[in-house]
């Protein structure tokens, strides 16, 4: 495994694997890799050069709070990525916004505006740099991204068919724990009884799923979620039956829609999704 800081060694060494004739599979991550993140790198097709990208990217954080205390260890996320048989690591020093040099008057897609879109400003805008940055550099033949993050996701499939049409976006399914929490690199910083209590965001989420399918009202099942997640200490940001593939609210329309979630538990942010 070879580990990479600066740029021009990066294109140089993708420049060398082109032209061997192989093929590039991209895992853009923000490092403390769990086990969601060693599924993505499982997602690469067979045979493709696996590059790992490890960089916490302050431009999409809203608050530098938020940016200083996620969570870094780069030494274990390198054990991780060598133990998954990753080729390359970049992993930049620094903050390397100054380098990200993109188009100016950037109009993103009007499903950015919505849930973290609303409540992040910025948010999507550091998402859109950092990974047009990424695929102008690597211009990979694969990219592997998670569905826990489904609006980001929607996002990068808008990059790649609009400016990076041989990009190949493989997408996962969320990565849960055995008691159904969706993995995510700000976990570690709850308490363990904070950690126990996440479990009733997804049994929220599929109880809501269920009533659906009953026939229920979604605006009566949110009211009734919300206080009960309120109850045990759960803040709820947004809780929202959206269309998968405009993000628009779907009221009880449950054709291609999905219900998401963003909530704080510690003044950790938290979110989650589940297709209905």
Not at 234 to 247: A, Q
Not at 261 to 266: G, L
């Amino acid at each position: 495994m070879q580990i990479i800081h600066n740029k021009e060694s990066l294109i140089n060494k993708i420049r060398e694997y082109k032209s061997q004739g192989k093929k590039i599979t991209l895992i853009p991550t923000m490092g403390n890799l769990h086990q969601g993140h060693q599924v993505l790198f499982s997602k690469a097709p067979h045979n493709t050069i696996k590059v790992v990208t490890i960089y916490v990217n302050p431009l999409q954080f809203d608050s530098d709070d938020d940016y200083q205390n996620y969570p870094k260890g780069l030494k274990t996320d390198l054990e991780v990525c060598m133990q998954n048989n990753i080729t390359l690591v970049y992993a930049p020093k620094g903050d390397i916004s100054n380098d990200i040099v993109i188009e100016e008057n950037i109009d993103l897609p009007k499903f950015t505006r919505y849930l973290c879109g609303q409540k992040r400003e910025g948010h999507f805008l550091g998402v859109y740099k950092i990974v047009k940055y990424l695929f102008n550099i690597v211009n990979p033949d694969f990219a592997c991204f998670g569905k826990k993050d489904f609006q980001q996701l929607l996002l990068i499939k808008y990059i790649a068919n609009t400016y990076f049409p041989g990009i190949n976006i493989i997408d996962v399914d969320t990565v849960r724990d055995t008691n159904n929490i969706a993995l995510s690199s700000r976990l570690t910083r709850l308490s363990k009884e904070s950690l126990s209590s996440t479990i009733r965001i997804y049994e929220t989420l599929n109880s809501i799923k269920s009533e659906l399918l009953k026939g229920s009202s979604f605006v009566k099942l949110k009211e009734r979620s919300v206080d009960y997640l309120e109850a045990n200490n759960i803040h709820v940001e947004y809780l929202d039956l959206r269309s998968l593939i405009t993000l628009e609210e779907a009221s009880d329309k449950l054709k291609s829609c999905g219900i998401f979630i963003a909530c704080y538990v510690d003044d950790v942010r938290l979110i989650d999704n589940i297709e209905i």
